[in-house]
């Protein structure tokens, strides 16, 4: 059985269907990444999966989980299952580096300061920020912003990790480590990993799947080497805009 399923999902605000049906279906230890332009209802679509928006038909599960009829404590629990690493790191500014990857621990689970303040520092040294556990947000470039964010995300070990736009706003060489980071903690950990983008480049890199959501629909979900030889004129049409030829690195088999 899948992992999260989306049955017959329908969203509507100020009167327009946002999510339009949606089916869909992500394997566990999988890398899934949704594409779309702006409004076509990435965002809502992971707000739904986190129980921050309820839909108006469908279900949506996780495991066992109905994520669509939980409600407080319930929904709290589910919510542990996952990481978020937001489209803007979403840093307290008040709060240093270790200060603000140590915050979920402090809220929501036993442990004590110097507790804390250890697992933070090891989810820190892993994505190779060891040296800035003292630095302000206010003083990282947006890579290591980013970075802390995912910190942050990983550091109560969920087994899905949702990305928000991860690579929007970066110059392209901080994109490509991101991507790597991504890779990284599904190769490494074995966590399933969800990423609304617009970046294609990213997407190719590290997807095991594509989907593309149009007007509220999927249109089209392939692994990459599929993806880019898609006849859906929207698929194309992202290839296109993109400066993307069907060659090209997603080629080669993805990694087991």
């Known amino acids: 059985m899948s992992l999260i399923r989306f049955q017959r999902v329908v969203k509507r605000l100020g009167g327009r269907r946002v999510l339009d049906g949606i089916d869909l279906e992500i394997e566990r230890g999988e890398t899934f990444v949704l594409l779309g332009s ?59 580096v270790v200060q603000n990857v140590m915050l979920p621990l402090l809220e929501k689970t036993p442990l004590s300061e110097a507790e804390a303040f250890e697992r933070a520092r090891a989810r820190l040294d892993q994505l190779g920020l060891g040296d800035a556990l003292e630095k302000m947000p206010a003083d990282l470039s947006g890579g290591m912003q980013k970075r802390v964010g995912l910190a942050r995300a990983i550091v109560m070990d969920p087994e899905i990790i949702l990305y ?13 480590t991101i991507d790597g980071l991504i890779d990284d903690l599904r190769t490494r950990l074995g966590v399933t990993s969800i990423v609304v983008t617009r970046d294609l480049h990213s997407a190719l890199a590290i997807a095991t799947r594509i989907g593309v959501i149009h007007q509220g629909r999927i249109v089209e979900v392939a692994p990459p080497r599929d993806f880019v030889r898609s006849g859906n004129e929207l698929v194309q049409g992202f290839l296109e805009a993109q400066y993307i030829t069907r060659r090209g690195a997603w080629e080669e088999p993805v990694p087991s």
């Open 38 to 96: 702006s409004g076509s209802g990435k965002s809502v679509t992971l707000k739904h999966l986190i129980g921050l928006m309820t839909p108006d038909e469908g279900q949506i599960w996780v495991g066992e989980d109905c994520v669509s009829e939980a409600r407080g404590r319930e929904m709290e629990r589910i919510r542990r299952r996952f990481g978020v690493l937001f489209q803007s790191a979403a840093l307290l500014q008040w709060l240093n």
């Open 164 to 176: 928000d736009e991860p690579t929007s706003g970066l110059d392209p060489v901080t994109s490509r």
